[in-house]
């Protein structure tokens, strides 16, 4: 796909663009392209999306953890289609959801940006409060520069874990990983000696 020009798109007319290597967001009516991983973004979109999807698999009705699923929401009154890096939505949530090639319609429970080097918190935090006002949950920022995970919620301020600091939190029930356990096994904290093998056979659900 050329780049589109900057001209007012529809949610039908975005969602009609031809699939091509780069991602775009709809963000007020322009197709904005989104930044391409790195290899620290992407060992942490497939550490992360393993811890998701093994503690997913342990729910007595298991949701859906996604990679870069889109999302048809509104921002400030307007069409807006965000491309988080994972998200999970819960059965609940996925019945109303048909099983079709296309956006997610519904908020999810939860979405997960990752910093990546031409980003910076500031912006990302901005994007994380339009999330929780179009009626997400929750939203995890990853900053892999200072091994941290901030976690915004829509009636309290936002909390940055670090090390071993839980990830526990009622709306994903059970779900018990730390900051610690994902920079870890996203080979970003480097291991010596026993502590290979200790991580290897560590459950974090």
């Given at each position: 796909?050329?780049?589109?020009?900057?001209?007012?798109?529809?949610?039908?007319?975005?969602?009609?663009?031809?699939?091509?290597?780069?991602?775009?967001?709809?963000?007020?009516?322009?197709?904005?392209?989104?930044?391409?991983p790195k290899?620290?973004?992407?060992?942490?979109?497939?550490?992360?999306?393993l811890l998701l999807n093994e503690w997913n698999q342990t729910q007595k009705s298991q949701g859906e953890v996604g990679i870069e699923w889109a999302?048809?929401?509104?921002?400030?009154g307007k069409d807006w289609c965000p491309v988080?890096?994972?998200?999970?939505?819960?059965?609940?949530?996925?019945?109303?959801?048909?099983?079709?090639?296309?956006?997610?319609?519904?908020?999810?429970?939860?979405?997960?940006?990752?910093?990546?080097?031409?980003?910076c918190f500031s912006n990302l935090s901005e994007k994380a409060v339009d999330y929780l006002n179009a009626g997400v949950n929750r939203v995890w920022i990853i900053d892999s520069k200072v091994k941290?995970?901030?976690?915004?919620?829509?009636?309290?301020?936002?909390?940055?874990?670090?090390?071993?600091?839980?990830?526990?939190?009622?709306?994903l029930p059970n779900l018990t990983i730390t900051p610690q356990q994902i920079f870890t096994l996203a080979g970003l904290v480097p291991l010596r000696g026993s502590q290979k093998s200790k991580v290897k056979s560590q459950k974090y659900y």
């Open positions: 796909m050329q780049t589109p020009t900057k001209q007012t798109l529809t949610l039908t007319e975005f969602l009609a663009l031809p699939n091509e290597d780069i991602t775009y967001e709809l963000v007020e009516g322009e197709a904005v392209p989104k930044m391409s290899r620290f973004h992407s060992r942490l979109t497939a550490t992360l999306f999302i048809t929401l509104k921002r400030k988080p890096d994972l998200l999970y939505i819960s059965h609940e949530r996925l019945q109303s959801v048909p099983f079709e090639d296309t956006a997610c319609t519904i908020p999810p429970e939860l979405v997960i940006e990752i910093i990546s080097p031409d980003q941290k995970v901030t976690v915004f919620y829509p009636d309290s301020p936002p909390q940055t874990k670090s090390n071993d600091d839980n990830l526990a939190d009622d709306t």
